[in-house]
């Protein structure tokens, strides 16, 4: 079990409320803001934590970069993936990879 995996597990047994308490901790330290694929549709719709949260749901669509590997968020979640505002989460990146 790698740090991620190991994350994760420590959040199976708590409640919704508490999850979002952690998400919203962390999305205050995201970094997305100042990426350059982030958009003006993202920033107006709140959007950030893609690692945690999911793909843009429909403001970000141009690949400019990604600056993931420079977040606190990256480093203390064990994160390993890049360009989850286009590719998914990092769950979701784990679970397609295991398709091939
Ligand atoms: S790793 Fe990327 S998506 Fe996750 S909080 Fe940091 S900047 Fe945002
Ligand atoms: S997930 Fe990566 S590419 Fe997308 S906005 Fe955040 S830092 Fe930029």
């Known amino acids: ?5 190991g994350k994760m597990k420590e959040l199976l047994p708590v409640s919704k ?3 979002w308490e952690a998400c919203d901790r ?5 970094i997305c ?3 350059p694929s982030y958009s003006i ?3 107006g719709n709140g959007e950030a934590l893609f690692c945690i949260l999911g793909m843009s749901f429909r403001c970000i669509r141009k690949d400019r970069g990604c600056t993931c590997p420079q977040c606190p968020v ?3 979640l064990g994160l ?3 360009d989850y505002c286009m590719k998914g989460s990092e769950k979701d990146q784990r ?3 295991g398709l091939l």
């Not at 962390?26 to 995201?30: I, N, Q, V, Y």
């Open 17 to 19: 409320e508490v999850r």
């Open 41 to 43: 549709c993202a920033q």
């Open 80 to 82: 390993s993936k890049k």
């Open 26 to 30: 962390a999305k205050g330290a995201c």
């Open 95 to 97: 679970w397609e990879k």
């Open 74 to 76: 990256y480093l203390e």
């Open 33 to 35: 803001p100042s990426c």
């Open 1 to 5: 079990m790698d740090a991620f995996e």
